[in-house]
């Protein structure tokens, strides 16, 4: 129910009590926060000028200026509490074809600071607000700050009980991942924390270094970034708006953070609904879309109607149109459709959700605490529906289909199917380097190109030939030659439809059948090889050394598994040792946290490079004395083949878009069809595909003495 106080106390006391320290007043926090001054009060002429021009205030010395304030910019308004007014000049300010003019015309002001040249029109109530200079904001409703404002971060201020924090429940819809969000939370941060519940003095440093990043005091006013743009809005209440940022249309954002910068402005746009969430720069946001307990990494964007709950989306990324919800989603992750479902899901990045895939049945016991987690490049296909709890190798790609059962597919680059007629399970291990190498290498060259962070706090790999997917390729042949055997493997009949024991990738008494056993094998083994040459071969480059000047520690090196870490890929041993800095706090605070992930980054080439020279000998069974010069300049011989051999495939597997006949049905002629998907000769990225495969070779060339001839 409303109460009612006296008029004259509108304005006054946004903290008080023990809120207030010993010789400070209620403004002490504000005047930390404000930029300008020195203020002075109005003059007589100037109160005048202002009453004539139809402005109210329930006091007049409580609205102070700075000098080069000019009162005749001010009209019909209201003002409440301690107001102060920078500069205001007779200019008008634009953006895009928005023209508005400097000043405060018909709005209703409490106890806020406005900045230089800022234009304020049309606003039925601004309250407790910093707005820094050439702002506009133009027709809207309600903006107001609270005095416990948090602004999305996982904290409470003074006073308040522990139930009223916000936290991210990620990956599990019951709570058990939960994360506290927190401004400049990397998807490093998040998956450490998402990950590692069972060491609770871990969990306790994750949430104490949270609390110190934000001060609990009452008593901090909302901030609207200099340059920004807000318009034709309904309500903001508790939000932090960055410098540059562009909000129109928007119905209610309540307690953000909006990063944004003149670099990569942040753009909020038309019927979006946004709540308890942080928002870093560059990110967009359009058309109805709603979003609750979230946080948005650098360049994500979200249209069209998402539903995104609960849920980490990392950088670069797209949602459009459907539904996330308690999910974990590292970066480049792509999700354009409407019916399209995601639940309790930690996705790897460089994923891509088709329109009618539904992850979402977790209900599959007494509770809701089923989970999916999926290497780099998850592609489940068209009306997918899939059974938590399931886990999936890097670049698995699910064909249409509902799999009843829950899966576990070890193998990395396979291709995940469903035989109706036989009701069983079809894999074929190295789908992609066999049969779709144009989009495998194509996506990662996107993913890279995509990447418009100003600020790169994680190296992310984009690479498909990387430590990770090496080393699952190692565990693949394993595998193969465990449940095949090596004898199979080396005959032709090792091609032919092979049946496993049921049990052996999904929950079911179903045989499931694996397809090109021997295909597959022999592929891991030449991606290996050629990523283990490549990493060699970039390392020597990038040290103008030849590849006999290798260092000896890469020869006493021993493979490994490896953490994709928000994207960026770290050793375990080195992840280790970070869990236990961040615990003995060594590394006592995020920003320490973040800067040993800028040092892992400088390390990684050389980490990758150590990795590769191991996984070089584990793959031909050679010891580290054995791989001499010569041998070397063999597997570099074969390493080039390989990567002629993928650039070929490369070719093809675009060439059939050309090539067979009902790709070319709808078109009445060659011509037309040229017109409308190009040609195949002049192919963006199968240029650019052969402009990398030549730089291969001349490196190859350079960090190699002798001639390189395949």
């Not at 460089?350 to 592609?379: C, I, K, M, P, Y």
């Not at 890929?569 to 961040?582: G, K, W, Y």
């Not at 070929?648 to 675009?654: A, G, I, L, T």
Request: charged share 25%; glycine share 6%.
């Amino acid at each position: 129910m409303t109460t009612k106080e006296p008029l004259d106390q509108l304005g006054y006391g946004f903290i008080s009590g023990t809120h207030v320290p010993h010789g400070e007043d209620e403004y002490y926090l504000r005047n930390e926060q404000s930029r300008g001054g020195p203020y002075r009060r109005l003059t007589d002429e100037e109160i005048a000028r202002l009453e004539a021009n139809g402005n109210r205030a329930v006091n007049w010395h409580d609205v102070q200026v700075e000098d080069g304030f000019d009162p005749d910019l001010v009209q019909g308004s209201r003002f409440y509490g301690l107001v102060r007014i920078r500069r205001l000049e007779p200019y008008y300010l634009t953006y895009h074809d928005l023209r508005v003019p400097v000043g405060i015309y018909d709005s209703t002001i409490i106890s806020s600071d406005i900045g230089t040249n800022t234009s304020i029109m049309k606003v039925g109530y601004l309250s407790h607000y910093i707005v820094r200079d050439q702002t506009i904001i133009s027709q809207v409703d309600e903006i107001a700050c609270t005095n416990h404002s948090k602004f999305g971060n996982g904290i409470v201020k003074e006073g308040e009980p522990e139930d009223v924090r916000i936290w991210i429940e990620l990956g599990n819809e019951n709570g058990g991942r939960k994360v506290l969000p927190f401004d400049g939370m990397t998807s490093a941060d998040a998956y450490l924390w998402y990950k590692h519940r069972q060491d609770e003095r871990l969990m306790e440093r994750f949430k104490a270094m949270t609390e110190q990043l934000v001060d609990s005091r009452r008593g901090y006013y909302g901030v609207i970034g200099s340059g920004a743009v807000i318009k034709s809005c309904r309500i903001i209440k508790d939000v932090l708006i960055g410098d540059s940022a562009y909000i129109k249309g928007a119905n209610k954002l309540k307690n953000l953070t909006i990063n944004s910068s003149a670099e990569e402005p942040s753009q909020i746009g038309e019927g979006v609904e946004m709540v308890n969430g942080i928002i870093e720069p560059g990110c967009r946001v359009f058309y109805g879309v709603k979003a609750v307990r979230f946080y948005l990494a650098a360049h994500a964007s979200l249209k069209y109607g998402a539903r995104l709950l609960n849920s980490y989306l990392g950088e670069n990324s797209t949602i459009s149109c459907c539904e996330v919800l308690n999910s974990l989603i590292l970066p480049s992750h792509e999700q354009h459709h409407n019916n399209s479902f995601l639940c309790a899901a930690a996705l790897l990045g460089q994923s891509n959700l088709a329109a009618g895939a539904t992850l979402g049945s977790n209900h599959n016991s007494r509770s809701n605490d089923g989970e999916v987690v999926a290497g780099r490049g998850f592609w489940p296909a068209l009306c997918v529906s899939i059974k938590h709890n399931c886990r999936f190798a890097s670049f698995a790609l699910l064909t249409k289909a509902d799999y009843p059962a829950e899966m576990r597919i070890p193998l990395p680059f396979a291709l995940v199917s469903r035989d109706e007629t036989e009701n069983r399970l079809v894999i074929m291990p190295a789908y992609w380097f066999l049969h779709n190498m144009y989009a495998l290498a194509r996506n990662s060259w996107k993913f890279k190109a995509r990447d418009k962070r100003s600020v790169r706090k994680l190296l992310l790999e984009t690479d498909y030939l990387a430590p990770d997917t090496a080393e699952e390729m190692l565990s693949a042949l394993d595998f193969l030659e465990k449940h095949v055997g090596k004898e199979l493997l080396a005959s032709p009949e090792g091609n032919e439809p092979f049946a496993l024991p049921h049990g052996m990738f999904e929950k079911s008494r179903r045989s499931p059948l694996l397809l090109k056993a021997r295909s597959g094998y022999e592929t891991y083994r030449e991606m290996i090889h050629l990523y283990a040459l490549k990493s060699l071969v970039s390392w020597a480059g990038q040290h103008d050394k030849t590849l006999r000047d290798l260092p000896a520690e890469f020869r006493d090196a021993r493979r490994e598994s490896w953490t994709n870490l928000g994207g960026q890929l770290i050793p375990n041993s080195r992840l280790s040792e970070t869990l236990e800095d961040i615990k003995s706090g060594r590394l006592p605070t995020w920003a320490t946290v973040h800067r040993r992930y800028e040092e892992l980054a400088q390390q990684y080439p050389k980490d990758r490079a150590t990795h590769a020279f191991a996984c070089l000998c584990s793959l031909h069974s050679s010891s580290a004395d054995q791989l001499t010069e010569t041998e070397l300049l063999r597997h570099l011989r074969e390493a080039l083949r390989i990567n002629r051999q993928l650039l070929d495939r490369v070719r093809e597997s675009r060439a059939k878009d050309y090539t067979e006949e009902f790709r070319s049905i709808t078109y009445d002629s060659p011509n037309e069809m040229e017109k409308v998907i190009g040609s195949l000769e002049t192919n963006a990225f199968i240029r650019h595909a052969e402009h990398m495969a030549q730089e291969f070779e001349e490196l190859a060339a350079k960090v190699c003495p002798q001639t390189l001839q395949v």
